[in-house]
């Protein structure tokens, strides 16, 4: 049945969305800053009889409506007034380890508003994708950058995203533990309330971010991304993480960083530096992987396939 909100389209229409990896946080920019990378989920959704979800890639997704991408797609219809919207068949290949730290879950919910947009005529469009993603998670820092790319300063209420300057000729190196860091679990071991002195030292390191970027002082990236907001209340359920910071530095690391809840460990860096820093990173990420990115384009929808413009992915992993 066709919902006002619906555009037209051939019954066998066939709707696609790509949205990248992402990081958040950057250490000292909690809940405010992030970053695309280019490793992309990708989908492609058709109207069905009934809700399903086909996926393949990382870890193990159950097809069932109740998953993220269909919570996504449900909002987005909901925020353009449609109580019962039109069931989806979703395929759904994901690149992004789950429960990691780099954006599975928001790269998910933006894919699936992305599809209700899509068809939909892009009624959202871009903002309106962002502000359905950015209040269902709660934060806007992993969602901003799947949908704008690149690196982003984010507010969640008011919806607000801007970019900030991409810096030239620097890669990501993740080491990616082979356990998982689940959110509320890693959310949960903050604390209600944190000293002002803490809270003070935060918020100058969070400015220089975007004063670096803009004026190509990289040097100063490593003051930028230290923290005593999170990172130190969760470096519990991540072993060895302190030790971990430390050697990436030495190893030649502009900025380091935990993703998001975690446990990836992120370093920013020139490429003469990605072995020596892998190496440094083997002891924390033990049986794990790492990988090495560059920065990620936002999210790209519609009637076309993305794919056919996808990011280089992983370098080496």
Do not use: C
């Not at 969305?17 to 992309?40: H, Q, W």
């Amino acid at each position: 049945m066709m919902g006002l909100a619906m555009a037209e389209h051939p019954t066998d229409a066939t709707f696609y969305a790509r949205v990248p990896a992402t990081l958040a946080n950057l250490g000292s920019g909690f809940d405010a800053l992030g970053v695309a990378l280019d490793l992309y989920l990708e989908v492609r959704g058709a109207l069905a009889s009934t809700n399903q979800l086909h996926y393949s890639g990382q870890g193990k997704v159950p097809n069932t409506p109740d998953n993220l991408i269909h919570q996504g797609y449900r909002a987005a219809w909901e925020a353009l007034g449609e109580a019962h919207p039109p069931p989806i068949a979703i395929w759904a290949h994901n690149p992004i380890p789950l429960a990691r730290g780099m954006g599975s879950s928001s790269a998910a919910l933006v894919a699936g508003a992305a599809l209700a947009d899509a068809i939909s005529g892009h009624k959202l469009g871009r903002d309106g994708v962002f502000r359905v993603t950015a209040a269902l998670e709660g934060h806007p820092d992993n969602v901003a950058p799947a949908v704008y790319g690149g690196f982003v300063a984010a507010l969640a209420d008011p919806p607000l995203a801007l970019p900030l300057p991409p810096p030239q000729g620097l890669l990501f190196v993740l080491g990616v533990p082979a356990y998982e860091v689940p959110t509320p679990e890693a959310r949960a071991a903050l604390p209600e309330r944190v000293p002002r002195a803490d809270a003070v030292f935060n918020l100058a390191r969070s400015a220089l971010w975007p004063a670096a970027l803009y004026s190509g002082r990289y040097e100063a990236l490593r003051e930028a991304a230290k923290d005593r907001l999170h990172q130190p209340y969760r470096a519990h359920l991540m072993p060895g993480l302190e030790g971990a910071l430390e050697s990436v530095y030495a190893a030649g690391a502009l900025a380091a960083f935990v993703g998001g809840a975690g446990p990836t460990l992120a370093a920013l860096a020139r490429p003469e530096q990605v072995g020596d820093i892998r190496e440094a990173m083997r002891a924390y990420v033990g049986e794990g992987t790492t990988l090495v990115l560059g920065l990620g384009e936002g999210l790209l929808h519609g009637t076309k396939d993305p794919s056919l413009v996808a990011g280089s992915g992983p370098r080496e992993a």
